[in-house]
């Protein structure tokens, strides 16, 4: 930064200090970043659309140079903040990534308006409109590309997610982070010709902010069981969708939970132990399952998870068991100690146009299967680099079929297929 400055002469940050229209930018983005702290947003702190803070801090390299860069990792601290998982290595991975995506907007900066206003002696002027905007439409490109390249880098490395999928998330990024940037050229000139105007913008800024909590908790009881507080039904399907469609990988596992027992709770305890019920096991379902897995009610006493792709088979027989097991003990309902066990059913999609219903279906017919017979129904598909590989259990049996799913019980009997 320093050697910017060097070669591009632009305000001292001192100076920048005693700048109102710089100050003005600055405490726009400490609100901006701040405000989701407040109570009532305390439970769509992680759900924003417009990141203004982001458009803010480039605004303030628009107008007051390379020094004004500096906005961006104090925003990154900031922004560790709002997660409830902070930690210190992710407060300096934050502050460390949008420090990089500072100083490249800070070169870009210092090249373009050298290219746009030519040779000069001393202290450069301030941009004018036009300049403004090609140079705010110029970074708002170099922020995105930096942002996705970083943090696909960061996810690739730590094995978070593929190159593939991040690249795929492109089109959110501008819909997050472009929009706010866009503006960028607009507090610019705000700041430089009208600072008295930005304090005005605060309102704005928290009228964003409550229009995103109230769209966020609309959409969210759209998608959530009003009940047991899970994913509902279209949520879920949306989600297989998703996860269907996005291909990184060849297998996507869906398991069906049907709870056994649970009519006799409604006829003998009454529909609101039933209701009690319902809500146990929705805890005890998302507490045994894996963070980046999806627990949803499909309907009545029937559940769905869907697990993340790539699950190994030892692991997905034993969080069947784990399931099974948090499902058969002891529950309190109406003042009634009453107990449930689970048939279980599960179906491993490999074909990309697999429709999530038909997933869900073959998951279905899997579980219904297990209720005819004794033992908890485990599939027991086995992976190899091709694709689908029947056990040496069932190949014995000769009823291999193409896209079968064997169904054997915990003691490893073959039990029959689901197709």
């Not at 039933?274 to 045994?288: I, K, P, Q, S």
């Not at 279905?364 to 598909?381: E, F, I, L, Q």
Request: one cysteine or more.
């Amino acid at each position: 930064m320093v050697i910017l400055v060097a070669a591009d002469p632009a305000p001292h940050p001192g100076d920048l200090l005693r700048n109102p229209g710089f100050l003005a930018l600055a405490a726009l983005v400490v609100l901006t970043d701040l405000y989701p702290l407040v109570p009532w947003l305390s439970d769509v702190r992680d759900d924003r659309v417009f990141i203004w803070s982001v458009g803010l801090s480039v605004g303030a390299i628009l107008a007051y140079g390379p020094w004004a860069a500096l906005l961006l990792p104090v925003s990154g601290a900031l922004a560790n903040l709002l997660k409830p998982d902070s930690r210190w290595w992710r407060l300096g991975l934050n502050m460390g990534m949008c420090g990089v995506h500072g100083l490249v907007c800070a070169i870009v900066f210092v090249v373009l308006r050298a290219a746009l206003q030519g040779p000069t002696i001393g202290p450069r002027p301030a941009l004018v409109p036009w300049q403004l905007l090609v140079t705010g439409v110029a970074l708002a490109v170099v922020f995105l590309l930096s942002n996705v390249l970083l943090l696909t880098a960061a996810s690739v490395s730590l094995g978070i997610s593929t190159a593939r999928s991040q690249v795929r998330m492109w089109s959110r990024r501008v819909s997050v982070i472009g929009t706010s940037l866009l503006f960028s050229p607009v507090f610019a000139e705000m700041a430089l010709q009208a600072a008295v105007l930005l304090p005005m913008m605060a309102a704005g800024i928290l009228g964003v902010h409550e229009v995103e909590a109230t769209m966020h908790r609309t959409v969210r009881e759209a998608r959530t069981d009003t009940l047991t507080g899970l994913a509902n039904r279209a949520s879920l399907v949306h989600h297989l969708a998703m996860m269907i469609a996005a291909g990184d990988r060849p297998d996507v596992t869906v398991l069906v939970i049907d709870l056994d027992g649970f009519k006799a709770v409604n006829d003998t305890h009454g529909h609101v132990a039933g209701d009690e019920v319902l809500m146990t096991v929705a805890r005890r379902l998302a507490e045994v399952v894996r963070l980046p897995d999806l627990v949803a009610r499909y309907g009545g006493d029937e559940f769905v998870v869907v697990l993340g792709p790539g699950v190994p088979e030892l692991e997905l027989r034993r969080l069947i068991a784990d399931l099974g097991e948090a499902l058969e003990g002891p529950m309190t309902a109406a003042g009634r100690v009453v107990t449930v066990s689970a048939s279980i059913g599960v179906a491993v999609g490999t074909d990309p146009a697999t429709t999530p219903m038909e997933l869900i279906g073959r998951a279905d017919r899997a579980m219904y299967r297990r209720k005819t017979n004794a033992g908890r129904a485990v599939p027991a598909p086995l992976w190899t680099a091709t694709g689908f590989e029947l056990g040496a259990d069932v190949q014995a049996h000769n009823l291999a079929a193409p896209r079968a799913t064997p169904i054997v019980g915990l003691g490893n009997e073959l039990l029959g297929f689901d197709s």
